[in-house]
T-cell receptor, first 108, second 115 residues
Framework: EDQVTQSPEALRLQEGESSSLNCSYTVSGLRGLFWYRQDPGKGPEFLFTLYSAGEEKEKERLKATLTKKESFLHITAPKPEDSATYLCAVTGANNLFFGTGTRLTVIP | GAVVSQHPSRVICKSGTSVKIECRSLDFQATTMFWYRQFPKQSLMLMATSNEGSKATYEQGVEKDKFLINHASLTLSTLTVTSAHPEDSSFYIC???????????FGPGTRLTVT
């Protein structure tokens, strides 16, 4: 059964304090692992797709990496506007399957 | 690119009435659209998958007679919540997939409140 576990559930960082969010997954035949950002009361905003172990992608202060068992979303020198819930999702033989997300709060 | 819209963004209805939510892909043709619901502080739960011109596929536990889905064109899917009850109050989000890279693009969501 496809499974996605994200940790931590919540993370508070000081502005400029870098950290990483974890997404551990179990899926039959990974076709893609996705990171989304979701602000309260809004739909998820697409960030990255990773397809194979060893792949990395970057966008501004965010960098996503992928191994055969997990993905990390690294946040470098975060700003308050990076505060959001970050969702990880995988797709294998079935549809997109989401983790429960990490609620990130960046304090000025 | 890859913009998905939803209408309405918020709706309040009385118990027993029906509500229709529209999902449109604005700048691409969506061969497949998905409907999710999300409860506060929880993740997205897939309700159904709809392919243009065919019947929707519902996830286990989702009542197909209560949540009617129509995917009439490559840019429009609708979700109708029939005979709504307070427990149907939730955040409904659609997404669209244009094919190829498995990436889904999400709409802004619709907050449904049933009184």
């Amino acid at each position: 059964e496809d499974q996605v576990t994200q940790s931590p559930e919540a993370l508070r960082l000081q502005e400029g304090e870098s950290s990483s969010l974890n997404c551990s997954y179990t899926v039959s035949g990974l076709r893609g692992l996705f990171w989304y950002r979701q602000d309260p009361g809004k739909g998820p905003e697409f960030l990255f797709t990773l397809y194979s172990a060893g792949e990395e992608k970057e966008k501004e202060r965010l960098k996503a990496t992928l191994t055969k068992k997990e993905s990390f979303l690294h946040i470098t020198a975060p700003k308050p506007e990076d505060s959001a819930t970050y969702l990880c999702a995988v797709t294998g033989a079935n549809n997109l399957f989401f983790g429960t997300g990490t609620r990130l709060t960046v304090i000025p | 690119g890859a913009v998905v819209s939803q209408h309405p963004s918020r709706v309040i209805c009385k118990s027993g009435t029906s509500v229709k939510i529209e999902c449109r892909s604005l700048d691409f043709q969506a061969t497949t659209m998905f409907w999710y619901r999300q409860f506060p502080k929880q993740s997205l739960m897939l309700m159904a998958t709809s392919n243009e011109g065919s019947k929707a596929t519902y996830e286990q536990g989702v009542e197909k007679d209560k949540f009617l889905i129509n995917h009439a064109s490559l840019t429009l899917s609708t979700l109708t919540v029939t005979s709504a009850h307070p427990e149907d109050s939730s955040f409904y989000i659609c997404s669209a997939w244009g094919g190829g890279n498995y990436e889904q693009y999400f709409g802004p969501g619709t907050r449904l409140t049933v009184t």
